[in-house]
Each structure stands twice: as C-alpha cells, then as structure tokens.
C-alpha cells in the first residue's frame, strides 16, 4: 500500500463515535459524570481517537528508505510521549469515572503492562549502547583510512589496513546475532582474510570478544526474552465490550487505545534495535473502526516485511543505520582483504568511496543516537510517573481523608 493510499483514509473518523458508542447519547443519562456532561468526554475521547490516528499516518507515509530509521524512530517515541500525555489529561479529567468499576480494572491492567514495558525500555537501552560500541570501532576504520590520517596524501600502507581490519573483526563479532554466531564467525573471519588455523585459539577469541560487549551492558537478566516480553504486554489486550464502553462513558476506549500504541512502540523498538531473544511475532488484531488501525497494521506489515528480506534476517536490529554500518563494513572488509601493496590509484580511489560511505553512517549516528537513548530514558520515566500518579488517585479515592 503506497503511502498516498492514506490520503483518504483520515476522513471517517466520526466512525468511532457510531460503531463503538452506540446510542450513547440516548443511554447514558443516568450515567454521565458530575464532573461535565457525556458529550464533552465523547468529544474528548474522539479528539484523542482522531490526533493519535493523525499521528500514525504520518508515521506510515514515510519511504522505504525512512522507515525503521534514527530519526524515524524519534519519531516514533515523540508520538508515543505525545499520546501517552494526552491519555493522562483524560485520565485526570475524568477521574470519579475512573475510580468507579470496571473502569479501575481496565486502569489497573492497563498499568501492568507499562510496568512490562519497562524491561523493555532497559533493553533497549543496554542495545543503544552495543551500537555506540559499534561507533566506536568504525571511528577506528575511520582514523586508520580515513583524511584525517596524516599518511593519507601518500599512498595507504599495510599499518592502517592492519588496524582497520581489526577493528572491522571485531566489529563483525559484535554485530552477530545469537542466530548464528558459529558459522558466520567462521565466514567473516575468512572473509576478512583470518583463516582458522587454531580451532580452539578462534572460539576462544570470539567468545572472548562476545563477552566483551555483553559485559558493556544487558541491564536486564540472561534469560529475559524480548519475544515473551511483547507477548505479556499484548496479553488479553482486546477492544472494549458494548456494554463496557456505556458503563465507563466511552473512556474505555482511550485506555485500549493507549494499550494498542503501548504494544505497537514496544514492538517497534524491539525489531529496530539490538536486545536478547528478538522475536517480532506479536499478533495485532485491531477492529477497522478504530482510525488508528489502518495505519499500525500497515506499519506492523511493512516493519515484518523488512525482517523477511534476504539480506535482513539474521541481522541483529532492524534499524536502518545497522544495516548501513553492517554493509558498509563488509564492503570495506572484503575490500581491505584484496588489495595489494603499494595501492594502485583504482583500489585507492575505491578505499576513499568505501570510506566517505562509512563517514556517513557516523556522522548518522552522531546525530541521533544520544537524543534516541535520552528519549527512551523519558518514555521510561513517564510511564513510571504516570502510573505512580494514577496508583495515588486511587489510593485517595479508596481511602478518603
């Protein structure tokens, strides 16, 4: 489905009110709230239906070559931040229909899947970090081969060549999925020219070297899974009842809209970034009605669509700027393994291309990657907040002064 294919698709968004408020405005006068009148909070909960519909669109009207990247995915984390503040302000509008049952149930497991969300978000932290690992090996590439190296006006020698093929073993190394760590260790070791001579010397050396970057970080345990963990938080998750709309005054559909973006930017995360045990089959069942769903279904299918490419599915984060810096590493490992010494002007010429691609991707990474991680470390701390803010409400509501 073409991005243009959404152009249409916003108009409807009245549907909500008909198909899952049904004759609300006949029903519900004995239900309505003291605090304002069931038309104000059914224009609030559409309002909010209509921005995070709004928001999504835009999020899905991206290129191929956008989608799953740094600055899509700060997007992505502005949008839930966004919508997550905007739940909140409902939330606190209405908080005697809140309190009541079986709103302070939907609330209640509504707060247990943030608290999952959290592991999460460590996660991905500790992801965010094994690529900043990553950086820091490809600025040794860069140094070693780079215009920044004094020797550079002269001819490459076999020194910098050296020092930038190790950097890209150990880079390679760091990169493997747990997937297949064995055999493509064995391949990418011949590849950059270091045939195994010593079995027991290369298991030790990769072993060595995957416990280096795992020691960086995985503030989570060892057997954390990401997969059951997307899994618990889309647990039960299902579109409000008739009967449950009227009895909560519409609000129980903002919170299984918040629950369904919760689910969505979690999932997201997890096929972009780097964490343990990545697993991106979660079932999205979202009814039509919703003017969200048309685009979180098409960005959950082109997201799978990208994990099923040849060249994507052993890779160990969907992130575009992985894929970048894997490519062009591989281009330029393959590259170092045949050249000859002294450079002819062709392979010289074409070490200067390899590099200014792979100067690129850094200066990406640069850019985005600490605002990623400070956001990430936000949506942490406002789900935290919100839910000890909510968990007080109810606290005063059950326990009066």
Not at 17 to 32: C, I, K, T
Not at 292 to 313: A, G, N
Request: proline share 4%; glycine share 6%; aromatic share 6%.
């Amino acid at each position: 489905m073409p991005a243009t294919d959404y152009q249409g698709t916003s108009s409807p968004l009245t549907n909500i009110g008909r198909s899952l408020l049904p004759g609300r405005r006949d029903q519900v006068h004995a239900m309505e709230s003291p605090i304002g009148g069931s038309a104000s909070i059914e224009a609030e909960i559409e309002s909010f239906q209509r921005r995070v519909a709004d928001r999504f669109h835009d999020l899905a009207s991206v290129p191929s070559d956008e989608l799953l990247s740094l600055p899509w995915v700060r997007k992505l984390l502005d949008v839930f931040l966004c919508c997550q503040e905007e739940f909140r302000v409902i939330l606190f509008n209405n908080i005697a229909l809140v309190k009541k049952s079986p709103m302070d149930r939907l609330i209640a497991d509504f707060y247990e899947r943030t608290v999952k969300a959290l592991d999460v978000c460590n996660a991905i932290r500790d992801g965010i970090e094994q690529i900043r690992q990553w950086q820091k090996l490809l600025e040794i590439v860069l140094c070693a081969l780079g215009d920044s190296n004094v020797g550079y006006q002269r001819s490459l020698g076999e020194g910098q060549f050296r020092r930038a093929r190790k950097a890209l073993i150990d880079l390679a190394i760091g990169m493997l999925d747990e997937k297949d760590s064995g055999q493509a260790l064995a391949h990418r070791n011949r590849s950059f020219g270091r045939h195994n001579t010593s079995g027991s010397h290369s298991k030790d050396h990769h072993h060595r070297s995957l416990g280096h970057f795992r020691s960086l970080s995985w503030s989570v345990s060892r057997s954390w899974s990401a997969a059951r963990q997307l899994q618990a938080i889309g647990n039960n998750l299902a579109a409000p009842r008739g009967n449950e709309v009227l009895a909560t005054n519409g609000l129980a559909v903002p919170v299984y809209t918040m629950g369904s973006v919760l689910l969505f930017v979690m999932w997201a995360l997890v096929a972009a970034i780097p964490c343990q045990d990545r697993g991106l089959q979660v079932h999205f069942n979202v009814p039509r009605q919703f003017p969200w769903s048309v685009p979180i279904l098409w960005l959950h299918e082109r997201i799978l669509e990208e994990s099923k490419k040849r060249d994507r599915k052993n890779a160990c984060g969907l992130l575009r700027e992985i894929y970048q810096m894997e490519k062009c590493s591989r281009l330029l490992g393959e590259l170092a393994d045949s050249v000859q010494f002294p450079l002819s002007e062709d392979k010289e010429r074409e070490v200067k291309q390899r590099v200014k691609e792979l100067e690129q991707v850094l200066d990406a990474l640069k850019e985005d990657l600490e605002p990623l991680e400070k956001q990430v470390r936000e949506v942490f701390h406002r789900i935290v907040r919100s839910r000890t803010e909510g968990l007080d409400s109810f606290a005063r509501g059950h326990n009066p002064e």
